[in-house]
């Protein structure tokens, strides 16, 4: 399957802090990008879906300015998690698909802890 | 809630026994994938059964999908205790290839 890869793997930040995590299709095109979040022992929500070059979508109850999402370019989507608080630790997980693709490929999920 | 509803929710049984669960979804779809998740890491693809199938095996993996009562199950069969994982099922709508997951088995597979 095509390759998705997640950047950092890990990362601890101060309150307050803005985090970027990145989301890179290796070996194709990825039109749309979608960023999930889940807590502990909970499952996967989808939090947006981004397509290249336009503004993404939000789902219900996620705050826009707090989750900036860009995607630039066809390979690259990024997540910035602005002034970061406690409540915003969790596992987040980028997914990717082409045009015309049935399936999203999957990265390796990052995980933030705010202290 | 955008989530489908698995169950059952924890799963505990021998080493060798078969494990089923089940997930049932509430929207059209054009098909609906199986993921493994090791505390708390990246997901693991399993399967992918599309919409105009109503089966499909991967090795140990069996997934049943029944589109008009809108549900699939996954058996794996002869388990391990290396099987030991959530699965989660996650459907791609029609409408585009927004992908829902569901709210997860927690499996436990005991040497």
């Known amino acids: 399957g095509a390759v998705v890869s997640q950047h950092p793997s890990r990362v601890i930040c101060k309150s307050g802090t803005s985090v970027k995590i990145e989301c890179r299709s290796l070996d194709f095109q990825a039109t749309t990008m979608f960023w999930y979040r889940q807590f502990p022992k909970q499952s996967l929500m989808l939090m947006a879906t981004s397509n290249e070059g336009s503004k993404a979508t939000y789902e219900q109850g996620v705050e826009k300015d707090k989750f900036l999402i860009n995607h630039a370019s066809l390979t690259l989507s990024t997540l910035t998690v602005t002034s970061a608080h406690p409540e915003d630790s969790s596992f987040y997980i980028c997914?990717?698909?082409?045009?015309?693709?049935?399936?999203?490929?999957f990265g390796q999920g990052t995980r933030l802890t705010v202290v | 809630s955008q989530q489908g509803e698995e169950d059952p929710q924890a799963l505990s049984i021998q080493e060798g026994e078969n494990a089923t669960m089940n997930c049932s979804y509430k929207?059209?779809?054009?098909?609906l994938q199986w993921y493994r998740q090791n505390s708390g890491r990246g997901l693991v693809h399993l399967i992918l059964?599309?919409?105009?199938?109503r089966e499909k095996h991967s090795g140990r993996l069996r997934v049943t999908l029944d589109t008009s009562k809108k549900s699939s199950s996954l058996l794996i069969t002869a388990s391990r205790a290396a099987d030991t994982a959530s699965y989660f099922c996650a459907t791609e709508g029609t409408g585009g290839f927004k992908t829902i997951f569901g709210a997860g088995t927690r499996l436990f597979v005991k040497a």
């Open positions: 059964i599309r919409s105009n199938e």
């Open positions: 997914s990717a698909s082409s045009r015309g693709g049935t399936e999203a490929f």
């Open positions: 929207t059209s779809i054009n098909n």
